[in-house]
C-alpha cells in the first residue's frame, strides 16, 4: 500500500502564495506521473497540472504563468507553487499519484486526503 499525504493549504489574500506538498510513502518502486486536481463546493474535481517522471509538465489554462508544478524524484514528494491566487482558485485540491509497488504488478493510482485553499478577495 501507499500513502499519499498533503500540505500546505490554507488562507489568502487575492494576489498571494501558497505552496502544497504531497509526500508518497510505502511498497513504492516508482512514482510515475503526480497530479493536482481541484474541486469547489457543487462542481466536478478537475485537473489542476500534472508533472511526469521525466518533468514534462502540462496545465490547465487557468492556471497558466501562476502554478509551477514540481517534484523530487529521489524523496517522492510532489509540489505546487501557486503564485497571484485569485478567489476563484478556493477548492479543495487533492494530489495524485501513479505508483509501481514492489509487491504489485502494473501502477495504481493514488489520492491524497486534500488540503483545503480559500482565497479572499
Known amino acids: 500500500q501507499v500513502q499519499l499525504v498533503e500540505s500546505g493549504g490554507g488562507l489568502v489574500q487575492a494576489g498571494g502564495s501558497l505552496q502544497l506538498s504531497c509526500a508518497a510513502s510505502?511498497?513504492?518502486?516508482?512514482?510515475?506521473?503526480m497530479a493536482w486536481y481541484r474541486q469547489a463546493p457543487g462542481q466536478e474535481r478537475e485537473l489542476v497540472a500534472q508533472?511526469?517522471?521525466?518533468?514534462?509538465?502540462d496545465y490547465q489554462d487557468s492556471v497558466k504563468g501562476r502554478f509551477t508544478i514540481s517534484r523530487d524524484n529521489v524523496a517522492n514528494i510532489g509540489y505546487l507553487q501557486m503564485n497571484s491566487l485569485k478567489p476563484e482558485d478556493t477548492a479543495v485540491y487533492y494530489c495524485s499519484a501513479d505508483v509501481s509497488e514492489w509487491d504489485r504488478e502494473g501502477d495504481q493510482t493514488y489520492w491524497g486526503q486534500g488540503t483545503q485553499v480559500t482565497v479572499s478577495p
Open positions: 508533472i511526469t517522471r521525466d518533468l514534462v509538465r
Open positions: 510505502g511498497m513504492i518502486r516508482q512514482v510515475n506521473t
